[in-house]
């Protein structure tokens, strides 16, 4: 049974810099895109950020240039990196595996997903 975990959130400065982890198990994760989504208080989960099978990339412009999407298959693990934290930044961050980037969060099965790690940043 595929099983995703989130890992890393916290609470950090306006600035600041964490690095979120999603760890797989139940799968193979070289043959699935993973897929990082956000969502803040009250708003709609959003896409943040995307690594394919092949190890492309790819960014909301919102985070593009700040944030840095990574993968370790034989560790069965995606990394997120986000420096310059912002405000608007805060949110739930869920990972998702998918047959390919691009989709929205509503086309990913329920049973693809993390359960999310909190990320607050501070003004």
């Known amino acids: 049974q595929l099983q995703l975990v989130e890992s890393g959130g916290g609470l950090v400065q306006a600035g600041g810099s964490l690095r979120l982890a999603c760890v797989g198990s139940?799968?193979?994760?070289?043959?699935?895109?993973i897929t990082w989504f956000r969502q803040a208080p009250g708003k709609e989960r959003e896409w943040v950020s995307c690594?394919?099978?092949?190890?492309?990339?790819s960014y909301a412009d919102s985070v593009n240039g700040r944030f840095a999407v990574s993968r370790n298959d034989a560790k069965s693990t995606v990394d997120l990196q986000m420096n310059s934290l912002k405000p608007e930044d805060t949110g739930v961050y869920y990972c998702?595996?998918?047959?390919?980037?691009?989709?929205?969060?509503?086309?990913?099965?329920?049973?693809?997903w993390g359960r999310g790690t909190r990320v607050t940043v501070s003004s």
């Open positions: 690594i394919s099978t092949g190890g492309g990339t």
């Open positions: 998702a595996a998918d047959h390919f980037c691009g989709r929205s969060w509503r086309q990913i099965r329920d049973g693809n």
């Open positions: 139940g799968f193979t994760l070289d043959y699935w895109a």
